[in-house]
Nanobody, 124 residues
Framework: QVQLAESGGGLVQPGGSLRLSCAAS????????VGWFRQAPGKEREGVSF????????SYADSVKGRFTISRDNAKNTVYLQMNSLKPEDTAVYYC?????????????????WGRGTQVTVSS
């Protein structure tokens, strides 16, 4: 059964860190590009970060550049999102998604399959 499962979310104080995981089962994640998206209450879903298949080139939204790092561990069939210096405006449900042919990595229309999301709350 094909499945993407996000984990690692939680409540953290401003300035803190979290590492999100996107674990794949039923298929080889390294054949796919992987994107992280987030959706805050009352807002549209937005692209956060992206890693290509293969060599693993990365890209980031301006709002997270320098604070978030995406990486992939093909042996564990998992992609990570390390989030540092978290801000209250980072509060959202975070989703990972996969795509075979991703043109615009920050567009959710480019992705074929999505996980169910994990909640990240940044608050004092």
């Amino acid at each position: 059964q094909v499945q993407l499962a996000e984990s690692g979310g939680g409540l953290v104080q401003p300035g803190g860190s979290l590492r999100l995981s996107c674990a794949a089962s039923g298929f080889a994640l390294d054949y796919y590009a992987v994107g992280w998206f987030r959706q805050a209450p009352g807002k549209e879903r937005e692209g956060v970060s992206f890693v290509t298949r293969g060599a693993g080139s990365t890209s980031y939204a301006d709002s997270v550049k320098g604070r978030f790092t995406i990486s992939r561990d093909n042996a564990k069939n998992t992609v990570y999102l390390q989030m540092n210096s978290l801000k209250p405006e980072d509060t959202a449900v975070y989703y990972c998604a996969i795509g075979l042919r991703v043109g615009d990595p920050m567009s959710d229309l480019e992705y074929d399959y999505w996980g169910r999301g994990t909640q990240v709350t940044v608050s004092s």
